[in-house]
């Protein structure tokens, strides 16, 4: 039997010490009537709980100035309810981008969260903290979020492991909506199997695990090389450390195989459209009515959503139900799709170019739902984490979570912690600001907005035409397609 109360006091003894310079708490719980937790799968296992995840304790702020204070009062997420009921304790609330979208903003009176390994670097967003606090042991499970990466990529960054269930297998109910068509409950831990024990009891399945494999022997694994080659994104330390993985795959009896992906950059591009357009569904009139209360990050991207025309989002529907008939027919004969998490290992926050990377490897598995886990795949010669995802068909979780794991048994990078914090405080975080932009832009920007009722200060509008300007060129990745997409692959296949 785990001992709670120990377990508590221990990881509360770390988070007194390394909190102040990692920003991993938003809030921390009071542990008094812990050692009551239930005797269930879970018992004693504690928990990070991102700051958009309502809490019986505390209602979440979502990491903002401007939330509802009465939400959820009092209750329970439908995800936390299942884990606390199996014996899990949440320790509290973590770290996160405002609304689960964007950069931080030191400007908001909430800790800015930072990367284990260097606190001068960004950790990944949007479900920081609850990848940040698992490398230092100030909790055994991160509960979080992924509406576009937003839990694989701190994953990916901090060098822990970070599950996107298939969407819609844990319910979101009691999680602050950003995109709900793209919105997914998941979770992260220094390993497969831990992040999988607390993922069973979330998604309510019949038995708490996988049927756990000791190798790859008749596994096939597709990637997409040439898809790798021309986006030009990956790092060489990153594709080095890629192609170490691949060999680890096929040491393991894995057959690696190269795979085409056409349907990349129609999802990658109705991905965005879909966050942004839904997301200022969500939240456009707070924006209109309290403007200055969201953060600077925020705004000024959802903002653009209030830009988008309802056609461009209807074609970005039909054009996610295409890419996932294409992906399925894809990955069939396949057990899995390997590529890097993210292209590069952890930006430093001063690194304005770094910090507005945009990647399709983690969007296009939230374009269309499949389920895809991020697992460390080796270190850059400065010792920050890099990143594997595996990613499968629409419940295929459990098998895909296998071959995870039999991988990661495999290497020991999930086992590496980093070395002590430096004694002195990180620098400070400022917000990169806006590029210059044509006058004609900002005025045309400006009457854009003002037709979309949006009050954006004349100030501001450098800093959205760039944004802009990147959303419209969106448009043009999404393909005319026929009366049905499905019909329209069937006959291309």
């Known amino acids: 039997m785990v001992d709670v109360s120990t377990r508590v006091e221990r990881q509360r003894t770390a988070a007194d010490r390394l909190d102040e310079r990692l920003g991993v708490f938003v809030r921390r719980f009071d542990p008094v009537g812990m050692e009551t937790a239930v005797d269930g799968p879970l018992?004693?296992?504690?928990?990070?709980?991102?700051?958009?995840?309502?809490?019986?304790?505390?209602?979440?702020?979502?990491?903002?100035?401007?939330?509802?204070?009465?939400?959820?009062?009092?209750?329970d997420a439908v995800a936390l309810r299942r884990l606390r009921a199996a014996g899990a304790v949440p320790l509290g609330m973590t770290t996160a981008a405002e609304h689960a979208l964007g950069r931080p903003d030191p400007a908001l009176p909430f800790p800015v969260p930072r990367n284990p390994w260097d606190p001068d670097r960004y950790p990944g967003g949007s479900s920081s903290g609850s990848a940040v606090g698992l490398v230092h042991g100030l909790?055994?499970?991160?509960?979080?979020?992924?509406?576009?990466?937003?839990?694989?990529?701190?994953?990916?960054?901090?060098?822990?492991?970070?599950?996107?269930?298939?969407?819609?297998?844990?319910?979101?109910?009691?999680?602050?909506?950003?995109?709900?068509?793209?919105?997914?409950v998941g979770t992260l831990a220094r390993t497969v199997r831990d992040a999988t024990r607390a993922l069973a009891v979330a998604a309510a399945w019949d038995t708490p695990a996988p049927d756990w494999r000791g190798d790859l022997d008749g596994i096939r694994i597709g990637v997409p090389d040439r898809a790798l080659e021309e986006s030009g994104q990956l790092s060489d330390d990153c594709r080095n450390a890629f192609d170490t993985a691949l060999e680890h795959l096929r040491d393991q009896g894995a057959k690696v195989v190269s795979v085409e992906l056409p349907e990349l950059y129609p999802l990658f591009a109705a991905q965005l459209i879909t966050l942004l357009a839904e997301g200022f569904d969500r939240h456009g009139a707070g924006l209109r009515a309290r403007w200055d209360q969201y953060g600077r990050p925020f705004r000024r991207t959802l903002v653009l959503g209030g830009l988008i025309p309802a056609s461009v989002y209807v074609r970005a529907q039909r054009v996610r139900a295409w890419g996932a008939a294409g992906l399925r027919h894809r990955l069939d004969g396949l057990d899995a799709l390997a590529t890097p998490t993210w292209p590069t290992a952890a930006p430093r926050y001063d690194d304005p170019t770094g910090l507005a990377t945009v990647s399709w490897l983690p969007s296009l598995w939230s374009a269309v739902g499949f389920p895809a886990v991020a697992?460390?795949?080796?270190?850059?010669?400065?010792?920050?984490?890099?990143?594997?995802?595996?990613?499968?068909?629409?419940?295929?979780?459990?098998?895909?979570?296998?071959?995870?794991?039999?991988?990661?048994?495999?290497?020991?990078?999930?086992?590496?912690?980093?070395?002590?914090?430096?004694?002195?405080?990180?620098?400070?975080?400022?917000?990169?600001?806006?590029?210059?932009?044509?006058?004609?832009?900002?005025?045309?920007?400006?009457?854009?907005?003002?037709?979309?009722g949006v009050p954006v200060p004349e100030s501001e509008l450098t800093e959205f035409a760039g944004q802009w300007q990147l959303t419209e060129m969106l448009f043009g990745f999404l393909p005319e397609l026929p009366d049905s997409a499905n019909e329209m692959y069937e006959h291309d296949s």
Not at 49 to 67: C, F, G, L
Not at 383 to 407: E, H, I, K, M, N
């Open 43 to 75: 018992h004693g296992v504690t928990l990070g709980v991102k700051d958009v995840i309502a809490t019986r304790e505390a209602v979440p702020t979502a990491h903002s100035r401007a939330y509802d204070t009465a939400w959820h009062r009092g209750r």
């Open 375 to 452: 697992v460390p795949m080796g270190f850059d010669p400065t010792g920050l984490p890099l990143s594997l995802q595996l990613a499968g068909p629409p419940g295929t979780d459990r098998a895909l979570l296998t071959v995870a794991d039999a991988y990661q048994r495999h290497t020991d990078w999930h086992l590496r912690t980093p070395a002590p914090l430096p004694a002195a405080p990180p620098a400070p975080v400022a917000l990169p600001q806006g590029a210059p932009c044509e006058p004609e832009a900002r005025r045309l920007l400006g009457e854009a907005l003002h037709r979309a």
């Open 139 to 184: 909790f055994d499970v991160g509960l979080g979020t992924d509406t576009g990466g937003s839990i694989r990529i701190p994953a990916a960054l901090c060098g822990v492991t970070g599950v996107k269930p298939t969407h819609g297998l844990v319910p979101t109910a009691g999680c602050h909506p950003l995109a709900p068509s793209l919105d997914t």
